[in-house]
């Protein structure tokens, strides 16, 4: 006699092979890689490194350890993936690139090192903005209009220091307008250039011309609008030969959603809004008595 339950077994295998199937390729959909990205020279974490697609919509961060996790799923396969932060120039890496290796090892930019240890006490105070002067609330953050889905703007001022002058950098203060919805953590950079070089308004520069002033990554939280103070452990020298030093907001996380902006003044010729875009171009607008609300303390020798 046939088996009753020899069709039933069948059928039930069948259908329970099919939740299997649908489990397997969710998995593989949602397959986490890994990568690590160190400096070259040194062999040490890049922290705070901005990852995003080029002409697309991923874009995410690595972390303290240099550690970036994401699914294989949001990153199609010929993707070109710009990377950049403090200590690297931007760089472009093919996605194949990143999957093929565990970790990835870029070259560090030049940084200023300081020629002797300095007394403070014996030196001048030189302040560039007026922090105890009016300052003019902005309605919106500055965003970019047109540009390619990963394109976005970076709160960026151009400072002009005095030439033929030994300065060494103090403290920062900025105002943060009342758009501010919410914390930010930001990783502040200091870009210096040889005053060789034209800055000409609206012209852009490669970052690779530029040096790091900052001897290691700065991140700052913002609670609150109103003036910040950044301060350093030393005063930070600044190259013999820089005219000019851009100071570069990059907001971390999902900071571009914190309505950051900074306030305007009209105080100073000696500070600009410049801009540094995707791809490491980086440069000052055309120049304006309105200014982005900072002050800038310098010690000079």
Not at 31 to 60: A, C, H, I, W
Request: charged letters at 20%; hydrophobic letters at 40%; glycine letters at 6%.
């Amino acid at each position: 006699m046939k088996n009753p339950f020899w069709c039933l077994i069948p059928s039930v295998n069948k259908w329970l092979i099919v939740p299997f199937l649908l489990i397997f390729v969710q998995s593989y959909g949602q397959e986490k890689n890994t990568t690590y990205f160190y400096s070259s020279n040194e062999r040490m974490p890049l922290s705070y490194l901005r990852v995003q697609v080029e002409g697309g919509s991923f874009m995410d961060f690595t972390n303290l350890t240099g550690k970036l996790e994401y699914l294989k799923k949001e990153i199609p396969e010929n993707s070109l993936i710009n990377i950049s932060g403090y200590g690297i120039n931007d760089t472009l890496l093919s996605i194949k690139q990143i999957w093929d290796l565990d970790t990835i090892f870029l070259k560090t930019k030049d940084f200023v090192l300081p020629e002797f240890a300095i007394n403070s006490t014996l030196l001048s105070e030189l302040k560039i903005g007026d922090a105890s002067a009016g300052i003019r609330e902005v309605s919106n953050p500055i965003t970019l209009y047109g540009g390619s889905e990963d394109e976005f703007y970076r709160y960026t001022i151009r400072v002009k220091t005095p030439k033929k002058k030994q300065l060494h950098l103090d403290e920062i203060k900025f105002h943060i307008s009342q758009n501010l919805k919410e914390k930010v953590n930001v990783s502040l950079r200091i870009l210096a250039v040889d005053n060789s070089k034209n800055l000409r308004p609206g012209k852009n520069n490669s970052i690779s011309e530029f040096v790091e002033v900052l001897r290691e990554i700065k991140i700052v939280s913002i609670d609150n609008p109103g003036w910040n103070t950044v301060g350093f452990n030393e005063p930070i020298p600044l190259p013999k030969n820089a005219a000019n030093i851009f100071i570069v907001f990059d907001l971390l996380g999902d900071g571009e959603k914190s309505g950051f902006s900074l306030s305007d003044q009209t105080v100073t010729k000696n500070i600009d809004l410049g801009f540094y875009i995707t791809g490491g171009i980086i440069g000052v607008f055309e120049s304006s008595p309105i200014h982005p609300a900072v002050e800038v303390t310098f010690l000079i020798e």
